[in-house]
């Protein structure tokens, strides 16, 4: 079964601070991974995702994701916060369903991202 | 812009009663996800349809639960009886054809009281 692991539910970092918000994966085949961001009272927003490539993905917001395939980890940076990026950070896999080559997302937990001034 | 949109955005009812929430999907997008968002259980898919035929429904209690797709522009879900313990934030998520992005609606807040 696909799964995700966000280990930390809460991130504190200083405004004009690098962020990491931490992914680990657990898949049986190709992993294919998702960053999304929930703001409060709002849906979720699709960052970034993985399908194949660069280990390096580049999405919204000057966010960036790093792919490691040994470490089976997905996580989420940037190289200087803003107060405006605290918000809740999901991560998350993709499944195959049955006789298609799209399926459900499998998200992780959440992780609370905290920017202070 | 397109977007999801999700009707109401806010309800508040009484035990027992019977609760309806639409979605209506991004012209085109033919997956549709159905989440439910807590704090303690975090987000939990209930259901999904495909071209409005449903996929998935394991995780939606069967009891009280019911999603439909009348149509390609609405999606419902539906609880008779309502209890408290479904008190939450629901979801819907869509997504076009051939594509793995899920684009999410503002949700229906739901309180049973």
């Known amino acids: 079964a696909q799964s995700v692991a966000q280990p930390e539910d809460q991130v504190n970092v200083a405004e004009g601070n690098p962020l990491t918000v931490k992914c680990t994966y657990s898949v049986s085949g190709n992993p294919y991974l998702f960053w999304y961001v929930q703001y409060p009272n709002r849906g979720l927003q699709f960052l970034l995702k993985?399908?194949?490539?660069?280990?390096l993905v580049k999405g919204s917001y000057g966010f960036e994701a790093e792919f490691n395939k040994s470490q089976t980890s997905f996580h989420l940076k940037k190289p200087s916060a803003l107060v405006s990026d605290s918000a809740l950070y999901f991560c998350?896999?993709?499944?195959?369903?049955?006789?298609?080559?799209?399926?459900?997302?499998?998200f992780g937990r959440g992780t609370q991202l905290t920017v202070w001034p | 812009d397109a977007r999801v949109t999700q009707t109401p955005r806010h309800k508040v009812t009484e035990m027992g009663q019977e609760v309806t929430m639409r979605c209506q999907p991004i012209l085109g997008h033919n997956t549709v996800f159905w989440y439910r968002q807590t704090m303690m259980q975090g987000l939990e898919l209930l259901a999904y349809f495909r071209n409005r035929a449903p996929l998935d429904d394991s995780g939606m209690p069967k009891d009280r639960f019911s999603a439909e797709m009348p149509d390609a522009t609405l999606a419902t879900l539906k609880i008779q009886p309502s209890e408290p313990r479904d008190s939450a934030v629901y979801f819907c998520a869509n997504s076009a054809p051939y594509t793995d992005t899920q684009y999410f609606g503002p949700g229906t807040r739901l309180t049973v009281l």
């Open positions: 998350a896999v993709r499944d195959w369903d049955r006789g298609s080559t799209l399926g459900r997302l499998y």
């Open positions: 993985y399908i194949t490539g660069d280990n």
